[in-house]
Nanobody
């Protein structure tokens, strides 16, 4: 079972930037697409961004498109989420996740079977 550990969350003012990292254990990181999701208090978990196994294809939710960038470094077993122009509505716990086997890329939580513990991002107005 893979372990996913997020880091990089924190408190930032609106308009600021943060970069989240997600480090994965094991030797098969480059064989799987990865994604980021978030969950705000009282709301359902929602898709943020996804990247295919070699980083050639990415998906974004409409709410973050143009502001967030997902990337990965397979040599470091790490996926990143660069978040710019942050807004108070971006406040949430952010989770990285790994797709189930053979899913090339997905914006659906049902296609992910391994999740990190989450990292809190708080954007103040």
């Amino acid at each position: 079972q893979v372990q996913l550990v997020e880091s990089g969350g924190g408190l930032v003012q609106a308009g600021g930037s943060l970069r989240l990292s997600c480090a994965a254990s094991g030797r098969t990181f480059s064989s799987y697409a990865m994604g980021w999701f978030r969950q705000a208090p009282g709301k359902e978990r929602e898709f943020v961004a996804a990247i295919n196994l070699i980083g050639a294809y990415t998906l974004y939710s409409d709410s973050v498109k143009g502001r967030f960038t997902i990337s990965r470094d397979n040599a470091k077993n790490t996926v990143y989420l660069q978040m710019n122009s942050l807004k108070p509505e971006d406040t949430a716990v952010y989770y990285c996740a790994r797709v189930t086997n053979r899913v090339p890329i997905s914006n659906s939580a049902s296609h992910y079977d391994s999740w990190g513990q989450g990292t809190q991002v708080t954007v103040s107005s």
